[in-house]
């Protein structure tokens, strides 16, 4: 992974831009796969949701606002 410095102390690594590349290639695939799944969860449970609620009229907010 990466190589010991040359003349610093033998615990100390230096990450080359190939392991920092990977580890953020790693990190945007890792959340985009994450994403997807929750994306659609969340789209099919909202969509059901606001069918049912629309055919019935109702899920509409509205404020009371008589006593102004």
Known sequence: ????????????????????????????LL???LLIPVYYCTR???TSSNKTLNKKGEGKDYMNMTGI
């Open 31 to 33: 959340t985009v796969l």
């Open 44 to 46: 099919q449970r909202d």
């Open 1 to 28: 992974m990466g190589q010991p410095l040359a003349g610093g102390t033998a615990d100390c690594y230096q990450i080359t831009t190939a392991v920092i590349a990977g580890i953020v290639a790693g990190d945007i």
